[in-house]
């Protein structure tokens, strides 16, 4: 059979789309390792956490949460921390000190320039890791241009692109189409446009959806087979 479409809708911006990556990779790898011709073919939307961030916020990450979320920059530490400790558990070593609150817009038109060459999860893997873990910048277009050179695209013409706004109405697009199922939140998956699984589950979650949407295709294709003969 064909591979399960998994269609994800997250930012860059998001930890916990980074963390929900990561488990449902692991998901990914506990279905298919059991066999049978199971193969996953995954596509990631845009969705903007904050559309009215500035490309250059003045300020941490706490400062952010507390300016624009209303909670007390105490607090806001002890989230970071707490975020931090989950994503260690997944082998991911977050730096909210040395992030860089930033738009996202342009960053998801560089994923849909990717996604144009075959190259949409490495892209989407390095900005989440230049964002989370090394302090990268994933707002400006050199910077990002610069990402889009290491993972062996033409960083000339990335720059083009992005400084011409080329794949804005693609990013345009997949927020529409969140409003349109109804999703408010990411990171959020829509596995063979059968079901929708929102946040970063545990990857045994992920596996039995995936394992549930195989075995159905399973009855479907006999059901069809006998109608098919009869």
Known sequence: MNPI?????????????????????????????????????VEYHSFELAPDTPVDFDGGEADYLAQHKGVAKEQAEQMLDRVTGIAGAVGLEYDFSSLKHTNTVKAHQLLHYAKARGKQIEMKERLLRAH????GHVGRDEDLADYAAEVGLDRDDALRSLRDDEYLAD????????????????????????????????????????????????????????????
């Open 5 to 41: 479409k998994v269609d994800i809708w997250s930012d860059v911006a998001c930890p916990w789309c980074y963390i929900g990556k990561r488990k449902f990779e692991a998901g990914c790898g506990l279905f298919v390792g059991t066999g049978g011709g199971r193969s996953v073919e």
């Open 132 to 135: 989370f873990v090394e302090g």
């Open 171 to 230: 990013v345009r697009a997949d927020q529409a189409l969140a409003q349109e199922y109804g999703i408010g939140g990411v990171p959020f998956y829509v596995i063979d446009g059968r079901y929708g699984v929102s946040g970063a589950q545990e990857a045994a979650t992920f596996a039995q959806v995936l394992e549930r949407v195989w075995s159905e295709r399973d009855v479907d294709a006999i059901t069809d087979h006998a109608e098919a003969t009869a």
